[in-house]
Protein backbone atom coordinates (compact mmCIF):
# COMPACT_ATOMS: atom_id res chain seq x y z
CA UNK A 1 0.00 0.00 0.00
CA UNK A 2 0.92 3.36 -0.57
CA UNK A 3 0.05 5.69 1.29
CA UNK A 4 0.65 9.82 1.86
CA UNK A 5 0.05 13.02 0.16
CA UNK A 6 -1.09 14.38 -2.85
CA UNK A 7 2.17 13.40 -4.39
CA UNK A 8 0.96 9.66 -5.06
CA UNK A 9 -1.19 11.71 -7.60
CA UNK A 10 1.51 11.62 -9.80
CA UNK A 11 2.07 7.59 -9.81
CA UNK A 12 0.74 6.41 -13.40
CA UNK A 13 -1.41 3.92 -11.50
CA UNK A 14 -3.38 7.25 -10.09
CA UNK A 15 -3.36 9.22 -13.05
CA UNK A 16 -4.90 6.13 -14.86
CA UNK A 17 -7.70 6.31 -12.68
CA UNK A 18 -7.83 10.00 -12.51
CA UNK A 19 -8.81 10.01 -15.99
CA UNK A 20 -10.89 7.59 -16.39
CA UNK A 21 -14.17 7.18 -16.92
CA UNK A 22 -15.06 5.42 -13.63
CA UNK A 23 -17.17 7.48 -11.24
CA UNK A 24 -16.17 8.56 -7.98
CA UNK A 25 -18.12 7.37 -5.29
CA UNK A 26 -18.24 10.30 -2.54
CA UNK A 27 -18.90 9.86 1.38
CA UNK A 28 -19.90 12.24 2.96
CA UNK A 29 -22.14 13.33 6.45
CA UNK A 30 -25.83 13.68 6.09
CA UNK A 31 -27.26 16.11 8.39
CA UNK A 32 -28.66 13.11 11.37
CA UNK A 33 -25.05 11.96 11.62
CA UNK A 34 -25.55 9.01 9.80
CA UNK A 35 -23.02 8.14 6.67
CA UNK A 36 -23.58 8.61 2.73
CA UNK A 37 -22.18 7.44 -0.27
CA UNK A 38 -23.08 8.83 -3.78
CA UNK A 39 -21.16 7.83 -7.21
CA UNK A 40 -20.30 11.27 -9.36
CA UNK A 41 -18.83 12.47 -12.46
CA UNK A 42 -15.23 14.20 -11.72
CA UNK A 43 -12.91 16.09 -13.11
CA UNK A 44 -9.06 16.39 -12.10
CA UNK A 45 -7.74 19.45 -12.76
CA UNK A 46 -4.01 18.56 -10.85
CA UNK A 47 -5.06 19.97 -7.58
CA UNK A 48 -8.67 19.48 -6.63
CA UNK A 49 -11.24 16.13 -7.43
CA UNK A 50 -14.21 18.76 -8.67
CA UNK A 51 -17.84 17.06 -8.55
CA UNK A 52 -20.62 18.34 -9.78
CA UNK A 53 -24.13 18.06 -9.00
CA UNK A 54 -27.90 19.97 -10.08
CA UNK A 55 -29.14 22.80 -7.84
CA UNK A 56 -32.04 21.13 -5.37
CA UNK A 57 -29.91 17.65 -4.96
CA UNK A 58 -30.25 16.01 -1.25
CA UNK A 59 -26.03 15.73 -0.88
CA UNK A 60 -26.18 19.74 -0.94
CA UNK A 61 -28.66 19.82 2.24
CA UNK A 62 -25.60 18.11 4.06
CA UNK A 63 -22.56 19.12 2.22
CA UNK A 64 -20.76 21.99 3.17
CA UNK A 65 -17.76 23.83 2.69
CA UNK A 66 -15.46 22.88 5.07
CA UNK A 67 -16.99 19.25 5.37
CA UNK A 68 -14.26 16.46 5.11
CA UNK A 69 -15.27 13.90 2.56
CA UNK A 70 -13.39 10.53 1.72
CA UNK A 71 -13.72 9.28 -2.15
CA UNK A 72 -12.87 6.36 -4.12
CA UNK A 73 -12.18 5.44 -7.70
CA UNK A 74 -11.68 1.84 -8.52
CA UNK A 75 -11.79 -0.34 -10.73
CA UNK A 76 -13.99 -3.58 -10.99
CA UNK A 77 -11.80 -6.64 -11.75
CA UNK A 78 -8.70 -8.14 -10.81
CA UNK A 79 -6.10 -6.80 -10.70
CA UNK A 80 -8.04 -4.28 -8.94
CA UNK A 81 -6.68 -0.24 -8.51
CA UNK A 82 -7.67 1.48 -6.34
CA UNK A 83 -7.06 5.19 -5.38
CA UNK A 84 -8.86 6.36 -2.41
CA UNK A 85 -8.28 10.48 -1.14
CA UNK A 86 -9.72 12.10 2.04
CA UNK A 87 -9.71 16.39 1.74
CA UNK A 88 -11.61 19.19 2.52
CA UNK A 89 -14.64 19.52 -0.01
CA UNK A 90 -15.70 23.27 -0.77
CA UNK A 91 -18.62 23.74 -2.09
CA UNK A 92 -19.63 26.72 -4.93
CA UNK A 93 -23.14 27.43 -6.27
CA UNK A 94 -23.03 28.41 -9.47
CA UNK A 95 -25.67 29.17 -12.33
CA UNK A 96 -24.99 27.65 -15.18
CA UNK A 97 -22.85 24.66 -16.38
CA UNK A 98 -20.13 23.82 -14.04
CA UNK A 99 -17.18 24.05 -16.54
CA UNK A 100 -15.35 20.73 -14.65
CA UNK A 101 -18.80 18.97 -15.10
CA UNK A 102 -18.43 19.73 -18.73
CA UNK A 103 -14.96 18.64 -19.00
CA UNK A 104 -16.37 15.35 -17.10
CA UNK A 105 -19.29 14.89 -19.29
CA UNK A 106 -17.44 14.64 -22.44
CA UNK A 107 -14.71 11.84 -21.06
CA UNK A 108 -17.70 9.62 -19.26
CA UNK A 109 -19.48 10.56 -22.81
CA UNK A 110 -17.93 11.22 -25.86
CA UNK A 111 -17.13 14.80 -27.19
CA UNK A 112 -19.82 14.77 -29.62
CA UNK A 113 -23.10 13.08 -27.28
CA UNK A 114 -21.47 15.07 -24.07
CA UNK A 115 -21.83 18.52 -26.48
CA UNK A 116 -25.54 17.65 -27.11
CA UNK A 117 -26.01 16.93 -23.81
CA UNK A 118 -24.79 19.98 -22.56
CA UNK A 119 -26.04 22.22 -25.18
CA UNK A 120 -29.52 20.91 -23.93
CA UNK A 121 -28.97 22.36 -20.50
CA UNK A 122 -31.12 25.81 -19.52
CA UNK A 123 -27.99 28.23 -19.61
CA UNK A 124 -29.21 29.14 -16.42
CA UNK A 125 -29.39 25.78 -14.73
CA UNK A 126 -28.46 25.44 -10.99
CA UNK A 127 -25.46 23.78 -10.32
CA UNK A 128 -23.01 23.71 -7.49
CA UNK A 129 -19.45 22.66 -7.89
CA UNK A 130 -17.56 20.70 -5.23
CA UNK A 131 -13.52 20.75 -5.20
CA UNK A 132 -11.57 18.49 -2.53
CA UNK A 133 -8.48 18.78 -2.07
CA UNK A 134 -6.21 15.71 -1.44
CA UNK A 135 -4.68 15.87 1.89
CA UNK A 136 -4.48 12.34 2.27
CA UNK A 137 -4.33 9.38 -0.79
CA UNK A 138 -4.09 5.80 -0.66
CA UNK A 139 -2.86 4.02 -3.60
CA UNK A 140 -3.48 0.14 -4.32
CA UNK A 141 -2.74 -1.74 -7.00
CA UNK A 142 -2.66 -5.27 -5.96
CA UNK A 143 0.53 -6.00 -8.17
CA UNK A 144 3.19 -4.23 -5.78
CA UNK A 145 0.37 -2.36 -3.24
CA UNK A 146 -1.60 -4.15 -1.59
CA UNK A 147 -3.79 -3.56 1.57
CA UNK A 148 -1.81 -3.01 4.70
CA UNK A 149 -3.78 -6.05 6.58
CA UNK A 150 -2.38 -8.64 3.71
CA UNK A 151 1.07 -7.45 4.19
CA UNK A 152 0.66 -7.62 7.99
CA UNK A 153 -0.50 -11.54 7.87
CA UNK A 154 2.51 -12.09 5.20
CA UNK A 155 0.09 -13.17 2.52
CA UNK A 156 1.97 -11.04 0.15
CA UNK A 157 5.18 -10.05 -0.47
Same mark, same amino acid.
Given at each position: ?? =???????? !?? #? &????? /???? %??? *????????????????????????????????? =???????? !?? #? &????? /???? %??? *??????????????????????????????????????????? #????????????? *????????????????????
Amino acid at each position: MA =KGSSELLA !DP #V &AQQLL /TSAI %PAR *VAYTWTDGTPRVVSLWFHWDGTDVVLSTFGGAP =KLKALRSG !DR #V &ALTID /TDSP %PNH *VLSIRGVATVTEVAGVVDEYAQAAARYLGKETADAYIHSLPAD #VPMARIAVRPDEV *VLLDFETRFPSALSRLGLVH
